[in-house]
Every structure is written in structure tokens, then in C-alpha cells.
T-cell receptor, first 108, second 114 residues
């Protein structure tokens, strides 16, 4: 069945450093979505990528969708303490399948 | 906009009892609602998809008689955990969709079965 793998599982960075999480699907996706979940909270939708090779930016966050529509990445430039949380990708094939998430901790 | 609520936010119950969790879309009509389960420090696992007025579609391995889903209206879906046991303790999250693309998540319900 459809599988979505996400790495790394955990990353601890110094405030101001960059952060990237990667997502790979076993099948070609119609779209990929990214969510952020703060500790103790619920997932909050960040963005959806649909087109092959698409790149979208939200302030310090850059999202990419691979040419083959099977992989994606989220890059945060100059992390801040407010960026802490777990970032999930979710690939939409015939259904939405979540990756395992990447836990981001930022040390000030 | 696109606010989803869940009630209760947390519940503690005795083993063998049933627990009902409500999921409501407050400012939109949800064509589809989803129920997820999340264990500590793990990802969201889709349990079932429900469309208003029709039977829910359960994911493989999810017992439909154990987790009863009722999607009574375009703004309300309920999940009932029947005869709950300690292994059912988890974080249950619903989401709702109206545009066929974006899921808006509720705040979740933490269930602890003693």
C-alpha cells in the first residue's frame, strides 16, 4: 500500500540555524500537504503542493515538490523558538497518508 | 474560518464502558470527515472516512464494531469507542473537509481507559 517516509525523525538546532525535513512516497502523489503540530496541540495545515517541481514560500519556510511528485521537502531558514513542534508531511494518493513526522527542537 | 471543534477534550473512563466523541465543523459544511488516532510521539493513523448520510469507510485493521462512526449531518460526526479497554487509550483527532483538498483538524480528544 501507499507509504510515506519522513526523515529525520528528530532534529535539535541552535536558534538561527536552518532546518530541513524530507518526505518520500512509495507512489506518485496527486498532492502533498504539510502540517505543523505544536506539543500538546493538533495538526495545523501549512500548505499544499500540487504541481511537479512546485516551490512555495511562506516567510522563512520553503516547500518543494519533486519533479516525479514522489518527494517533498520543507526548509526553514534561520529557525526561531516559535518553530518548535512536529512537522508532518501527508501524501495524497488514493487517500491522505501521513509521514511519521520530524520533531524540531530549537535551542536559544 | 474553517474551525473544527471536538468534545470532550479529554476523558477518563473505566474499562468496559463506551465513550462518545463529537466532531463539529463550526463555520462550514463538511462533505467529508476523518477520524485519526495518534499514539505519543507517533504519526496520525487514519481510522475511517465518513461522508454525511452514508456508512463510514474503515481502514484495514480498524474494527468497525469497536469504533462506531455516525455522520449525522454536514456539521457533526461522532466516534463511539465501545467497550473501551486500556489499549484504546490514545489521542483521537477528527478532521473535516469541504473543498475536497484541505483537511481542518479538531483539537483532539485524549482518552484514558483505566
Amino acid at each position: 500500500g501507499q507509504q510515506v517516509m519522513q526523515i529525520p525523525q528528530y532534529q535539535h538546532v541552535q536558534e538561527g540555524e536552518d532546518f530541513t525535513t524530507y518526505c518520500n512516497s512509495s507512489t506518485t502523489l496527486s498532492n502533498i500537504q504539510w502540517y505543523k503540530q505544536r506539543p500538546g496541540g493538533h495538526p495545523v495545515f501549512l500548505i499544499q503542493l500540487v504541481k511537479s517541481g512546485e516551490v512555495k514560500k511562506q516567510k522563512r519556510l520553503t516547500f518543494q515538490f519533486g519533479e516525479a511528485k514522489k518527494n517533498s521537502s520543507l526548509h526553514i531558514t534561520a529557525t526561531q523558538t516559535t518553530d518548535v513542534g512536529t512537522y508532518f508531511c501527508a501524501g495524497h494518493g488514493n487517500k491522505l497518508v501521513f509521514g511519521a513526522g520530524t520533531i524540531l527542537r530549537v535551542k536559544s | 474560518g474553517a474551525v473544527v471543534s471536538q468534545h470532550p477534550s479529554w476523558v477518563i473512563c473505566k474499562s468496559g464502558t463506551s465513550v462518545k466523541i463529537e466532531c463539529r465543523s463550526l463555520d462550514f459544511q463538511a462533505t467529508t470527515m476523518f477520524w485519526y488516532r495518534q499514539f505519543p510521539k507517533q504519526s496520525l493513523m487514519l481510522m475511517a472516512t465518513s461522508n454525511e448520510g452514508s456508512k463510514a469507510t474503515y481502514e484495514q485493521g480498524v474494527e468497525k464494531d469497536k469504533f462506531l462512526i455516525n455522520h449525522a449531518s454536514l456539521t457533526l460526526s461522532t466516534l463511539t469507542v465501545t467497550s473501551a479497554h486500556p489499549e484504546d487509550s490514545s489521542f483521537y483527532i477528527c478532521s473535516a473537509m469541504f473543498d475536497g483538498e484541505t483537511q481542518y483538524f479538531g483539537p483532539g480528544t485524549r482518552l484514558l481507559v483505566l
